[in-house]
Protein backbone atom coordinates (compact mmCIF):
# COMPACT_ATOMS: atom_id res chain seq x y z
CA UNK A 1 0.00 0.00 0.00
CA UNK A 2 0.83 3.58 -0.68
CA UNK A 3 1.49 6.34 2.11
CA UNK A 4 0.24 9.64 0.70
CA UNK A 5 2.11 11.22 2.92
CA UNK A 6 5.25 9.64 1.73
CA UNK A 7 4.32 10.18 -1.45
CA UNK A 8 3.92 13.98 -0.69
CA UNK A 9 7.35 13.79 0.87
CA UNK A 10 9.27 12.32 -2.10
CA UNK A 11 7.82 14.83 -4.63
CA UNK A 12 9.18 17.41 -2.09
CA UNK A 13 12.30 16.33 -2.57
CA UNK A 14 12.35 15.57 -6.35
CA UNK A 15 11.27 19.41 -6.67
CA UNK A 16 13.88 20.80 -4.13
CA UNK A 17 16.61 19.19 -6.19
CA UNK A 18 15.41 20.49 -9.27
CA UNK A 19 15.28 23.78 -7.66
CA UNK A 20 18.43 25.93 -9.13
CA UNK A 21 20.42 28.09 -6.58
CA UNK A 22 18.01 30.82 -6.61
CA UNK A 23 14.80 29.46 -6.45
CA UNK A 24 16.16 27.20 -3.57
CA UNK A 25 16.95 30.17 -1.68
CA UNK A 26 13.37 31.79 -1.98
CA UNK A 27 12.29 28.21 -0.34
CA UNK A 28 14.06 28.92 2.63
CA UNK A 29 12.93 32.49 3.03
CA UNK A 30 9.34 31.88 2.27
CA UNK A 31 9.12 28.53 4.95
CA UNK A 32 11.16 30.97 7.40
CA UNK A 33 8.23 33.60 6.81
CA UNK A 34 5.46 31.27 6.46
CA UNK A 35 6.62 29.32 9.69
CA UNK A 36 3.63 30.71 11.43
CA UNK A 37 0.57 28.83 11.71
CA UNK A 38 -1.85 29.64 9.23
CA UNK A 39 -5.55 30.82 10.37
CA UNK A 40 -8.19 28.43 11.22
CA UNK A 41 -11.04 27.62 8.39
CA UNK A 42 -12.89 30.53 9.52
CA UNK A 43 -10.15 32.94 9.13
CA UNK A 44 -7.78 32.74 5.55
CA UNK A 45 -10.40 30.96 3.75
CA UNK A 46 -12.61 32.01 1.09
CA UNK A 47 -16.17 30.61 0.58
CA UNK A 48 -16.03 27.08 -0.93
CA UNK A 49 -12.50 26.57 1.61
CA UNK A 50 -10.26 28.53 -1.28
CA UNK A 51 -7.12 29.96 0.39
CA UNK A 52 -7.51 34.01 0.74
CA UNK A 53 -4.64 36.02 -0.42
CA UNK A 54 -4.00 39.63 -0.46
CA UNK A 55 -0.81 40.50 -2.98
CA UNK A 56 0.39 44.42 -3.61
CA UNK A 57 0.40 44.14 -6.94
CA UNK A 58 -1.29 42.72 -10.01
CA UNK A 59 1.90 41.04 -10.65
CA UNK A 60 2.18 39.08 -7.68
CA UNK A 61 -1.80 38.55 -8.08
CA UNK A 62 -1.12 36.87 -11.27
CA UNK A 63 2.08 34.68 -10.16
CA UNK A 64 0.11 33.74 -6.77
CA UNK A 65 -2.77 32.76 -9.17
CA UNK A 66 -0.53 30.40 -11.56
CA UNK A 67 0.93 28.87 -8.22
CA UNK A 68 -2.24 28.19 -6.46
CA UNK A 69 -4.60 27.87 -9.52
CA UNK A 70 -8.68 26.87 -7.98
CA UNK A 71 -7.31 27.09 -4.33
CA UNK A 72 -6.94 30.01 -3.99
CA UNK A 73 -8.89 33.45 -4.09
CA UNK A 74 -6.10 36.85 -4.76
CA UNK A 75 -7.04 40.24 -4.44
CA UNK A 76 -4.65 43.02 -5.03
CA UNK A 77 -4.58 46.08 -3.25
CA UNK A 78 -2.88 48.07 -6.05
CA UNK A 79 -5.02 48.54 -9.17
CA UNK A 80 -1.68 49.18 -12.06
CA UNK A 81 -2.69 53.07 -12.68
CA UNK A 82 -2.00 54.04 -9.13
CA UNK A 83 1.41 54.73 -7.45
CA UNK A 84 2.30 51.78 -4.93
CA UNK A 85 4.42 54.19 -2.80
CA UNK A 86 1.61 56.62 -1.47
CA UNK A 87 -0.99 53.90 -1.55
CA UNK A 88 -4.22 54.60 0.12
CA UNK A 89 -5.84 51.53 1.40
CA UNK A 90 -9.70 50.96 1.96
CA UNK A 91 -11.19 49.90 4.93
CA UNK A 92 -12.88 47.04 3.17
CA UNK A 93 -9.55 46.42 1.78
CA UNK A 94 -8.08 46.41 5.25
CA UNK A 95 -10.46 43.82 6.73
CA UNK A 96 -9.69 41.73 3.73
CA UNK A 97 -6.22 41.81 4.40
CA UNK A 98 -6.73 41.02 8.12
CA UNK A 99 -8.56 38.01 7.50
CA UNK A 100 -6.38 36.71 4.93
CA UNK A 101 -4.26 33.54 5.27
CA UNK A 102 -1.16 35.35 3.43
CA UNK A 103 -0.08 38.92 2.28
CA UNK A 104 2.59 38.73 -0.85
CA UNK A 105 4.71 41.81 -1.36
CA UNK A 106 6.95 43.52 -3.45
CA UNK A 107 9.25 44.56 -1.14
CA UNK A 108 12.38 46.69 -0.27
CA UNK A 109 10.82 49.94 -0.12
CA UNK A 110 8.21 50.07 -2.94
CA UNK A 111 5.31 49.75 0.10
CA UNK A 112 6.24 52.25 2.54
CA UNK A 113 2.72 52.55 3.97
CA UNK A 114 2.48 48.39 4.70
CA UNK A 115 4.69 49.32 7.34
CA UNK A 116 1.54 51.31 9.38
CA UNK A 117 -0.61 48.26 9.26
CA UNK A 118 -0.93 45.70 11.74
CA UNK A 119 -2.30 42.34 10.78
CA UNK A 120 -0.49 39.59 11.91
CA UNK A 121 -0.69 37.76 8.59
CA UNK A 122 2.07 35.28 7.07
CA UNK A 123 4.09 37.72 4.49
CA UNK A 124 6.31 36.56 1.67
CA UNK A 125 8.16 39.43 0.39
CA UNK A 126 9.05 38.23 -3.50
CA UNK A 127 11.99 40.27 -3.07
CA UNK A 128 14.25 37.99 -0.89
CA UNK A 129 16.92 35.80 -2.71
CA UNK A 130 16.81 38.01 -5.83
CA UNK A 131 19.66 39.43 -7.67
CA UNK A 132 18.85 43.24 -6.95
CA UNK A 133 19.91 46.20 -9.60
CA UNK A 134 20.78 49.75 -8.36
CA UNK A 135 21.37 48.59 -4.56
CA UNK A 136 24.08 51.21 -3.77
CA UNK A 137 22.64 52.27 0.02
CA UNK A 138 21.09 55.16 -0.08
CA UNK A 139 21.52 55.60 -4.09
CA UNK A 140 22.78 59.77 -4.16
CA UNK A 141 22.05 61.48 -7.47
CA UNK A 142 24.17 64.07 -9.06
CA UNK A 143 22.13 66.67 -7.12
CA UNK A 144 23.10 65.06 -4.10
CA UNK A 145 19.10 63.75 -3.67
CA UNK A 146 18.17 60.42 -2.34
CA UNK A 147 16.67 58.35 -4.72
CA UNK A 148 13.17 56.97 -3.54
CA UNK A 149 14.27 53.27 -3.83
CA UNK A 150 17.24 53.31 -1.58
CA UNK A 151 17.89 49.70 -1.26
CA UNK A 152 17.65 48.83 -4.82
CA UNK A 153 15.32 49.36 -7.90
CA UNK A 154 11.85 47.51 -6.67
CA UNK A 155 10.71 46.56 -10.49
CA UNK A 156 12.35 43.54 -10.16
CA UNK A 157 9.31 41.11 -11.60
CA UNK A 158 9.92 42.85 -15.34
CA UNK A 159 12.76 40.45 -15.65
CA UNK A 160 10.65 37.59 -16.32
CA UNK A 161 13.29 34.79 -15.22
CA UNK A 162 13.04 36.77 -11.43
CA UNK A 163 9.25 34.65 -11.93
CA UNK A 164 11.18 31.26 -10.85
CA UNK A 165 12.36 31.95 -7.59
CA UNK A 166 9.27 34.35 -6.73
CA UNK A 167 6.81 31.65 -7.90
CA UNK A 168 9.12 29.37 -5.83
CA UNK A 169 8.37 31.18 -2.45
CA UNK A 170 5.09 31.57 -2.86
CA UNK A 171 4.62 27.57 -3.83
CA UNK A 172 6.09 26.90 -0.32
CA UNK A 173 4.09 29.54 1.67
CA UNK A 174 1.09 28.00 0.08
CA UNK A 175 1.55 25.08 0.86
CA UNK A 176 2.56 25.68 4.47
CA UNK A 177 -1.11 26.83 4.48
CA UNK A 178 -2.29 23.87 2.85
CA UNK A 179 0.16 20.85 3.15
CA UNK A 180 -2.40 18.40 1.42
CA UNK A 181 -2.11 20.81 -1.73
CA UNK A 182 1.59 20.74 -1.92
CA UNK A 183 1.62 18.18 -5.03
CA UNK A 184 -1.04 20.28 -6.83
CA UNK A 185 0.22 23.70 -6.07
CA UNK A 186 3.77 21.99 -7.77
CA UNK A 187 2.54 20.89 -10.35
CA UNK A 188 0.77 24.38 -11.17
CA UNK A 189 4.46 26.07 -10.64
CA UNK A 190 6.06 23.37 -13.32
CA UNK A 191 3.10 24.23 -15.90
CA UNK A 192 3.89 27.74 -15.47
CA UNK A 193 7.99 27.34 -15.64
CA UNK A 194 7.35 25.30 -18.99
CA UNK A 195 5.23 28.33 -20.41
CA UNK A 196 6.97 30.58 -18.89
CA UNK A 197 10.70 29.17 -20.31
CA UNK A 198 9.62 28.80 -23.45
CA UNK A 199 7.91 32.31 -23.61
CA UNK A 200 11.71 33.36 -22.57
CA UNK A 201 13.08 32.04 -25.72
CA UNK A 202 10.40 33.82 -27.81
CA UNK A 203 10.81 37.18 -26.65
CA UNK A 204 14.50 37.00 -26.61
CA UNK A 205 14.23 36.26 -29.56
CA UNK A 206 11.97 39.29 -30.94
CA UNK A 207 14.24 41.44 -29.94
CA UNK A 208 17.83 40.13 -30.34
CA UNK A 209 17.88 41.94 -33.31
CA UNK A 210 17.98 45.21 -31.43
CA UNK A 211 20.64 43.94 -28.98
CA UNK A 212 22.02 47.14 -27.51
CA UNK A 213 19.60 49.48 -29.07
CA UNK A 214 20.00 52.95 -26.74
CA UNK A 215 16.55 53.84 -25.03
CA UNK A 216 15.52 56.49 -22.38
CA UNK A 217 12.84 56.30 -20.18
CA UNK A 218 10.29 58.18 -18.57
CA UNK A 219 10.77 56.57 -15.22
CA UNK A 220 13.32 54.38 -13.60
CA UNK A 221 11.33 50.89 -13.99
CA UNK A 222 12.94 49.24 -16.79
CA UNK A 223 16.31 48.18 -15.76
CA UNK A 224 15.53 44.59 -15.00
CA UNK A 225 13.69 44.30 -18.26
CA UNK A 226 16.79 45.89 -20.11
CA UNK A 227 19.20 43.85 -18.84
CA UNK A 228 17.21 40.69 -19.76
CA UNK A 229 16.58 41.91 -23.46
CA UNK A 230 19.73 43.65 -24.42
CA UNK A 231 18.73 47.02 -24.03
CA UNK A 232 21.02 50.10 -23.31
CA UNK A 233 19.11 52.93 -21.03
CA UNK A 234 21.30 55.92 -21.90
CA UNK A 235 19.37 57.99 -19.07
CA UNK A 236 15.90 58.45 -17.04
CA UNK A 237 14.11 61.59 -17.50
CA UNK A 238 12.80 61.89 -13.88
CA UNK A 239 15.07 62.47 -11.40
CA UNK A 240 12.87 61.24 -8.94
CA UNK A 241 9.54 59.37 -10.24
CA UNK A 242 7.02 62.12 -10.90
CA UNK A 243 8.92 64.70 -9.94
CA UNK A 244 9.39 66.74 -12.97
CA UNK A 245 12.73 67.57 -14.55
CA UNK A 246 14.56 70.95 -14.08
CA UNK A 247 15.40 73.14 -17.22
CA UNK A 248 19.05 72.35 -16.33
CA UNK A 249 18.32 68.38 -16.26
CA UNK A 250 16.86 69.19 -19.18
CA UNK A 251 18.79 70.34 -21.54
CA UNK A 252 21.57 68.30 -20.27
CA UNK A 253 19.18 65.77 -21.21
CA UNK A 254 18.66 66.63 -24.33
CA UNK A 255 22.15 66.84 -25.30
CA UNK A 256 23.26 63.45 -24.20
CA UNK A 257 20.72 62.06 -26.39
CA UNK A 258 22.22 63.98 -29.32
CA UNK A 259 25.42 62.58 -28.51
CA UNK A 260 24.36 59.07 -27.84
CA UNK A 261 21.99 58.81 -30.87
CA UNK A 262 19.26 57.77 -28.94
CA UNK A 263 15.74 57.54 -30.81
CA UNK A 264 13.48 55.81 -28.68
CA UNK A 265 11.72 57.32 -25.34
CA UNK A 266 9.78 54.66 -23.20
CA UNK A 267 6.95 56.00 -21.29
CA UNK A 268 4.46 54.60 -18.41
CA UNK A 269 0.67 54.87 -18.56
CA UNK A 270 0.51 57.07 -15.92
CA UNK A 271 4.03 59.29 -17.22
CA UNK A 272 2.87 62.64 -17.51
CA UNK A 273 1.92 63.11 -21.25
CA UNK A 274 3.60 66.74 -21.48
CA UNK A 275 6.65 65.72 -20.49
CA UNK A 276 6.54 63.11 -22.99
CA UNK A 277 5.95 65.53 -25.53
CA UNK A 278 8.21 67.70 -24.98
CA UNK A 279 11.03 65.15 -24.72
CA UNK A 280 10.29 63.30 -27.83
CA UNK A 281 9.42 66.65 -29.44
CA UNK A 282 13.19 68.16 -28.50
CA UNK A 283 15.26 65.07 -28.81
CA UNK A 284 13.49 63.82 -32.03
CA UNK A 285 12.55 60.45 -30.63
CA UNK A 286 10.09 58.03 -30.79
CA UNK A 287 7.71 57.44 -28.26
CA UNK A 288 6.70 53.58 -27.02
CA UNK A 289 4.33 53.24 -24.10
CA UNK A 290 4.89 50.18 -21.72
CA UNK A 291 3.37 48.92 -19.59
CA UNK A 292 5.32 48.27 -15.84
CA UNK A 293 2.73 46.16 -14.83
CA UNK A 294 -0.10 43.84 -15.30
CA UNK A 295 -3.34 45.41 -16.60
CA UNK A 296 -5.73 43.09 -18.43
CA UNK A 297 -4.79 39.60 -18.90
CA UNK A 298 -1.52 37.66 -16.87
CA UNK A 299 1.76 37.96 -16.16
CA UNK A 300 3.05 36.44 -19.53
CA UNK A 301 0.71 38.45 -21.62
CA UNK A 302 2.53 41.49 -20.16
CA UNK A 303 5.43 40.77 -21.73
CA UNK A 304 3.98 39.72 -24.67
CA UNK A 305 2.31 42.80 -25.26
CA UNK A 306 5.77 44.82 -24.17
CA UNK A 307 8.03 42.82 -26.84
CA UNK A 308 5.32 43.58 -29.31
CA UNK A 309 5.18 47.29 -28.66
CA UNK A 310 8.77 47.20 -28.97
CA UNK A 311 9.30 45.13 -31.91
CA UNK A 312 6.90 47.65 -33.62
CA UNK A 313 9.14 50.78 -32.93
CA UNK A 314 12.34 49.63 -33.15
CA UNK A 315 11.67 47.60 -36.20
CA UNK A 316 9.86 50.88 -37.66
CA UNK A 317 6.76 49.46 -38.17
Known sequence: MH???????????????????????????????AAAPGP??????????????????????????RVGGD???????????????ALEVKPAQLAR?????????????????LARLKTG?????????????????????????????????THYWLDPQ????????????LANLSPADRPRFAANREAFVVLLDAKIR????????????????????????????????????EPTPGVPPSPAELAALFKRMRETGVRVLI?????????VRQVAEASGARTVTLHPSVTDGDYLSLFDSNVQRLVSLLGGR
Open 202 to 237: QWTAALEPFHGARVVVIHDSWAYFAERFGLSIVAAV
Open 162 to 173: NARPITAAILEA
Open 121 to 153: VPVVDASRGLRLLQSETPRLRVERKAHVHAFGN
Open 3 to 33: DPEIDIQEQVIRGARALGARDALAVIVASVL
Open 97 to 113: LRRAALLVRVGLDHEPW
Open 40 to 65: GAAQGQAEGGKLQVVATSTDLKSLVE
Open 71 to 85: RVEVECLAAPDQDPH
Open 267 to 275: ADPHSNPSL
